[in-house]
């Protein structure tokens, strides 16, 4: 009963106001002027004096800060909060007054924050708290790493691990003594956040100077002309823009000079028909040095002598150097653990990539297996997996729901799909592969431009349930979206399907007696013709379900298909036919590779693309028949 | 006797399988020799290796005299050094006509621009005829191989043999999905064509095998069980245990 | 056996180049710059450039009537060969057209400062102002149309030769074909090949040297050009395919393998034919694209080659005037259809306009003529003069695959 009543006036004594606080009161009236009028430098002792008056200068502050203090006529200041004033100094609301709002400028609002941080560090609301180190971090001071110093110790676990984090990375910035940051940049080795890079990059930034001798600076090291990294061109331009070389003339400069002297058709005694030539050119332009018409320019002897007379040296702009020996040798370690994290991060994006593939591939891979038919509508079914899924969703406003519908709806709409194509056209071109190839195209075509005509050319978006939508961020380097593993998971469980129906069922023994030698399964009494059919359709429900994967993360187009069409061709041909393990390892190694690939020349995707294909032109010259192929004698025939 | 073929101790495995086990073989100049086997003795895996289509894992095949490997050459190059094969099943080119077929097994250079440059002449018409007759097929000239009669086929097929002038002929099952009469003119040819040439028939009809009057090579298990006249490896009890069963 | 000479045992080349001829004069008499102008300028460049299709499919049925590779990155060498043309036609007509401003300046240019000017032209728009080592021939007309023939030749034997060597046939040596000319495309639209990323080659109508002719005359000089190469080709590719070449490249066709045990080197009679097709597919590339008067990457992409696939198997394929045939009917079918002149059908309740269904009745009469009519257009030539295939729907019959008897199923 007792505890709650103090707790009840620990609390009144906090949120009423003291009827009045002398201190302040007393730095108003001293400093009404820099207040009213203040400046970014010189408001920053106010500042700290008005802070130091306790809970109602911090008050002040902030409402400085917010532009929500005025100044009465008698020198008053009050705090207007919606419609209602109060007095800064003794917190009694002030009913009709009427003050002049100040309006201090962004850098003296900086300065205010600042302040405000600092006091916020020590609060006892421990949201508060984060909240404020979270704002040191973003954008920290000399005064906030002094604050962090000299606050009480946090007791939060994780804060103190926070603000412990974040004292380092002001201290190496900002502490003036050299031991000190050196101490803070091997404090926090082998981090890779971003903000520690961040704060090392300064520390290492370099200069390039050229000097006669070496100078009094922290030196990284001396340039030696004609280095990759240091041609001659760069030693002249660093000594031109040193002023120690005259600059040198361009092509362009001296073409202007030579026809702003043209005389009689000639310039330097050299006629102006002659000048398409540079040697003629030089010719006239020291003719006109000589004459002293056009002011002289640094001629190769010149630049030469120059560069023999300086020594080249990179110095850091940090003069000491223990601090940049450490703030290295805290780099090199960063980037060695950045590449062992980036090396992880491309790892999860290739496997994303390869369930793709793998999706994308596994109908095409089991009927070329079953039937060797390559089916050129596959990505035509790619694509209508992908607008059952969009119409679906038109339909369904749950997205959870309209996915869970679309996933069935598209198997089944695409295995449909295959069977019919299967019956109408593939089952009368048997054993003529290349002219499936071409039926087949012909109803990609066909189907291209019908969805084209019903859903129109723009794209259509299909949009990912919100669970789906966020992505699982491990640290600043590997993150991974939720689509894509919820897609890689996708494949993981048709790879088992596949697998189960293949070994456990009987309609998977009778496709690999087909697969094997489909006269002697004929014989046996398997319709090859139904086996055809169920493989084909399976095959094409797969694309479907693939359709609607893809879909979530790309835009849905009557091209979509197109887009993953040839990755899959690659896939089947690169992992082997006619063997699950053999289409996951294709799409692994494709997958993989374009990762890679684009990993070493990041700008350019499509040179990814072209070296890809390259590589894999190169590959079918050392395993012709994939990565897993068929064996025994049926693959030689 | 100097040997043409020298097959020295080859093995060959699939997926763990061994077809061919430290085959060794050798025919002469002028020699007419049948092999023999039950199913899955290596005949047919033999004869792969030594037209190219196959490598053997380890051993040597060596080619006339001077002696050369014939595993460094292709299916064409083991052609071109006079290896001519005849399959099980008559392949000849179907869409074409049988003065075609023949003319294409000419012996002429083989090489895109020698035949692109290749003008029939007075004696390759002649030649062809020659063929056609000899194989019976000189009423077929102008027809299409794939009209032929399966046996037509067959025939049509040794003639483009002949064509080749080859210095080894291997012949696989000639006799199967023949006449009494057919076997006995293949029979007589195959006879014939030894006289000149080394011969391999593989065949599975004993009668055949009797009627061809050879020395004779029992396979089994992808290398040699028996050889001698078919008098003598009949009598062989490893043969007969393994045509007979124990 | 007597021979003739071999236009008297093909006498479809004499029908063939008949129809060729009356064609040319009747374009050329009913054309603006030589005739009634009947014919505008703009229809003169179709039939041209339907020319230079024409020979383009031409060689396609070397390669896959004849040979029996379905190649689907046929338009990479016609691209090539309009990309390596198009590349003098840019830079002479660009030249020119620097030389003439820097002849306003006081100084006249050194040739560097007129290299600089030319690449800056061509390349600015894509931020380059440097010529590509591509482009060190393009001043000369001679080396570049050497190239020409020289550049997809090489493209042609090097992938051959790779893809030949290791056996990959049939569907895989489709797909490889299909990646190769992927390869190409994408190489091209970068910006930084040196050939203007998307922007590809353009303003290809008008020849250097030849401002002073009329765009009317240019495309009849253009139509002949094209004619005329088809002539050329067109009797080049049945001597070829005629005589014992011909039967060795047919029999490789149906069965490579027995092929190889005559002996022939198959790689190389591959080799052969691929590349002839790929230069004359090439040369069909250098005359197009001048009359078409721009060029880019998404000419290269792998849907060109299969569209040059599916003329020649309308048209008939192992037939060389079927591949003309179904170029000519199907290009042309296809630019009236989708150019919005054909009439709409106006169902109940529903209007068929061509440009949105033409792709649509073309993959479905493709896929019936595949089925029905294997042997395209030209079948029906077959059928006059009374070679009446068996028709056994790809079954296999007798002992053998693919055997021509009809009669022993019956039995």
């Known amino acids: 009963m007792i505890r709650p009543l103090i707790a009840l006036l620990v609390a009144l004594c906090l949120a009423a106001p003291v009827a009045a606080n002398p201190a302040l ?8 002027e820099g207040i009213e009028k203040p400046s970014r430098r010189t408001v920053e002792p106010l500042v700290s004096r008005i802070a130091a008056t306790g809970p109602e200068g911090l008050e002040l502050l902030s409402a400085w800060a917010n532009r929500a203090l005025g100044v009465t006529e008698d020198g008053r200041l009050l705090i207007v909060e919606g419609g209602t004033a109060t007095d800064a100094v003794t917190g009694q609301p002030v009913p009709g007054a009427d003050p002049k709002m100040l309006r201090p400028n962004s850098g003296v609002r900086g300065v205010i924050e600042s302040a405000l941080v600092a006091g916020e560090i020590a609060s006892p609301d421990p949201a508060r708290r984060a909240a404020a180190l979270a704002s040191i971090a973003r954008d920290g001071t000399a005064e906030h790493l002094e604050a962090l110093r000299t606050a009480a110790p946090e007791q939060e676990p994780a804060l103190a691990a926070q603000r412990m984090r974040v004292t380092n990375l002001l201290a190496i910035r900002f502490d003036p003594d050299p031991a000190a940051r050196v101490a803070a940049i091997e404090g926090m080795a082998g981090d890779v956040g971003l903000d520690f890079r961040a704060a090392l990059n300064p520390l290492l930034a370099t200069t390039r100077i050229a000097a006669p001798a070496e100078p009094q600076a922290n030196i990284a090291r001396e340039l030696t002309v004609g280095d990759d990294d240091f041609p001659r061109e760069a030693a002249i331009a660093l000594l031109t823009t040193q002023g120690t070389l005259q600059p040198r003339l361009t092509p362009a400069d001296q073409r202007n000079a030579l026809a702003a002297n043209i005389v009689d058709g000639a310039v330097g005694g050299i006629p102006v028909a002659d000048l398409s030539d540079q040697a003629a050119r030089d010719r006239a332009y020291e003719a006109l040095e000589a004459a002293g018409t056009v002011s002289p320019a640094a001629t190769e002897a010149e630049a030469d002598a120059a560069i023999k007379a300086h020594r080249f040296f990179e110095t850091y702009a940090e003069p000491n150097s223990d601090v940049t020996d450490a703030a290295r040798a805290a780099q090199t370690r960063a980037q060695v653990r950045l590449a062992a994290m980036t090396g992880i991060d491309l790892g999860l994006d290739a496997l994303s990539l390869a369930s793709i593939y793998f999706l994308a ?3 095409l891979a089991i009927t070329f297996g079953v039937m060797r038919v390559i089916n050129m509508a596959h990505g035509e079914f790619i694509m209508m997996g992908a607008y059952t899924g969009y119409a679906v969703q038109t339909m369904i406003a749950n997205r959870t729901l309209s996915l869970a519908v679309a996933l069935p709806l598209a198997f089944a709409v695409t295995f449909g799909a295959g069977v019919l194509l ?17 039926a087949t195209f012909g109803v990609s075509i066909a189907l291209q431009q019908l969805a084209k005509n019903i ?9 990912a349930p919100a669970w789906l939508e966020g992505a699982i961020t491990v640290n600043d380097v590997i993150s991974i979206s939720s689509i894509r593993v919820a897609i890689f998971v996708l494949a993981l469980l048709f790879l088992g399907l596949f697998l189960f129906i293949m070994k456990r069922t009987r309609l998977g023994l009778e496709v690999r007696a087909v697969t094997q030698n489909p006269g002697m399964a004929a014989s046996m009494g398997i319709n090859p013709d139904r086996i055809a059919m169920m493989t084909f359709g399976l095959g094409s429900g797969i694309a479907g379900i693939a359709g609607v994967a893809i879909g979530l993360f790309a835009q849905v187009t009557s091209e979509l298909g197109q887009q993953y069409i040839v990755q899959s061709f690659m896939t089947v041909v690169v992992g082997g036919v006619g063997t699950i393990w053999g289409t996951l390892a294709g799409a692994g190694l494709i997958g993989g590779l374009s990762k890679v690939i684009e990993f070493m020349n990041p700008a350019n995707t499509l040179a990814a693309q072209t070296f890809m294909i390259l590589f894999i032109i190169i590959f079918i010259q050392f395993r012709p028949r994939g990565i897993i192929p068929q064996r025994g004698r049926a693959a030689e025939a | 006797m100097s040997a043409l073929l020298e097959v020295d101790s080859i093995s060959v495995s699939f997926d763990g399988f061994k077809a061919i086990n430290n085959l060794s073989f050798n025919i002469g100049e002028a020699e007419l020799r049948a092999v023999i086997g039950p199913n899955g003795a290596g005949k047919t895996t033999f004869m792969d290796i030594v037209t190219g289509k196959t490598r053997p894992d380890s051993g040597d095949v060596k080619w006339g005299t001077p002696p050369k490997s014939l595993l460094r050459m292709n299916e064409a190059q083991i052609a071109r050094e006079g290896v001519g094969r005849k399959f099980q099943r008559p392949t000849v080119f179907e869409d074409q006509t049988v003065a075609e077929n023949l003319t294409m097994a000419l012996k002429a250079g083989r090489n895109p621009f020698a035949v692109l440059g290749w003008r029939p002449s007075r004696a390759s018409a002649d030649r062809v005829a020659d063929l056609a007759s000899e194989v019976g097929l000189a009423a077929q000239v102008a027809r299409k191989a794939g009209e032929l009669s399966h046996g037509q086929k067959q025939w049509l097929e040794i003639g483009m043999l002949l064509a080749q002038e080859p210095r080894l002929l291997l012949v696989d099952e000639p006799a199967a999905g023949m006449t009494l009469a057919e076997r006995e003119q293949t029979t007589a040819l195959l006879v014939r064509l030894a006289r000149t040439r080394a011969v391999v028939v593989v065949e599975h009809d004993m009668d055949f095998v009797r009627r061809l009057n050879c020395k004779v090579t029992v396979l089994h ?5 028996a050889e001698g006249s078919l008098d003598h490896v009949t009598r062989n009890p490893d043969v007969i245990e393994v045509y007979l069963g124990r | 056996m007597t021979r003739q000479p071999f236009i008297l045992r093909n006498p479809s080349i004499l029908v063939v180049l008949a129809l060729l001829a009356v064609f040319t004069v009747t374009v050329t008499a009913l054309s603006q710059a030589y005739g009634s102008g009947t014919v505008p300028t703009s229809t003169v460049k179709v039939l041209g450039k339907t020319l230079c299709l024409a020979l383009a499919a031409v060689a396609m049925d070397l390669v896959w009537g004849y040979l029996g590779i379905l190649s689907l990155g046929q338009m990479a060498f016609f691209a090539l060969g309009g990309y390596l043309i198009g590349q003098w036609l840019m830079y002479a007509r660009t030249e020119g057209i620097v030389a003439a401003s820097l002849a306003q300046n006081p100084i006249p240019p050194t040739p560097a400062e007129l290299q600089e000017g030319v690449a800056n032209q061509i390349f600015g728009v894509v931020g380059s102002s440097d010529l590509p080592l591509a482009w060190s021939f393009a001043h000369s007309l001679p080396l570049q149309l050497l190239l020409v023939l020289a550049v997809p030749g090489l493209l042609a034997l090097a992938f051959g030769w790779l893809a030949f060597r290791s056996r990959v046939n049939g569907v895989y040596l489709s797909i490889l074909t299909q990646a190769m000319t992927l390869a190409l495309a994408l190489w091209l639209f970068q910006n930084d090949s040196g050939f ?8 290809l109508q008008n020849i250097p040297g030849l401002e002073a002719v009329d765009q009317a005359t240019l495309s009849v000089w253009f139509f002949w050009a094209s004619a005329l190469a ?16 011909g039967s060795v490249v047919r029999a490789i066709r149906d069965d490579e393998t027995r092929v190889r045990f005559l002996g022939y080197p198959v790689e190389g009679f591959k080799l052969v034919v691929f590349t002839l097709a790929a230069m004359i597919t090439a040369i069909a590339g250098a005359l197009y694209y001048p009359q078409a008067g721009i060029i880019n990457p998404a000419e290269l992409m792998p849907i060109a080659s299969i569209y040059l696939a599916v003329w020649v198997a309308i048209g008939g394929r192992g ?16 630019s009236w259809f989708t150019g919005g002149r054909a009439p709409s059908i106006h169902l109940p309740g529903y209007t068929v306009n061509w440009v949105d269904w033409w792709q649509v009745a073309l993959g479905i009469s493709f896929v019936l003529v595949t089925l029905f009519a294997p042997k395209g257009i030209a079948g029906i030539f077959d059928r006059l003069s009374g070679i009446l295939p068996p028709q056994r729907h790809g079954r296999d019959l007798g002992p053998d695959q693919g055997a021509l008897q009809e009669q022993e199923a019956k039995a």
């Not at chain 1, 009161?25 to 009404?32: C, G, K, P, S, Y």
């Not at chain 1, 859903?455 to 949009?463: D, H, S, Y």
């Not at chain 3, 037939?319 to 296809?334: D, N």
Request: hydrophobic share 50%.
């Open chain 3, 319 to 334: 037939r060389l005037y079927g591949a003309i045939i179904g170029a000519v009917v199907v290009s042309l079918l296809s």
């Open chain 3, 196 to 203: 203007r990323g998307n922007n590809g080659l353009s303003g």
């Open chain 3, 230 to 245: 088809l002539a050329l080709a067109y009797v080049l590719a049945a001597w070829v395919v005629s005589g014992k070449f």
């Open chain 1, 455 to 463: 859903f129109g050319t723009q794209a259509r978006p299909l949009t």
């Open chain 2, 221 to 225: 298990q992808g290398s040699v069980l």
């Open chain 1, 361 to 363: 591939a596994i109908g």
């Open chain 1, 25 to 32: 009161e007393a730095v108003i009236a001293d400093n009404l």
């Open chain 1, 422 to 438: 299967y019956r109408l056209v593939i089952r009368h071109l048997a054993n003529r592969p290349l002219e499936t190839l071409l």
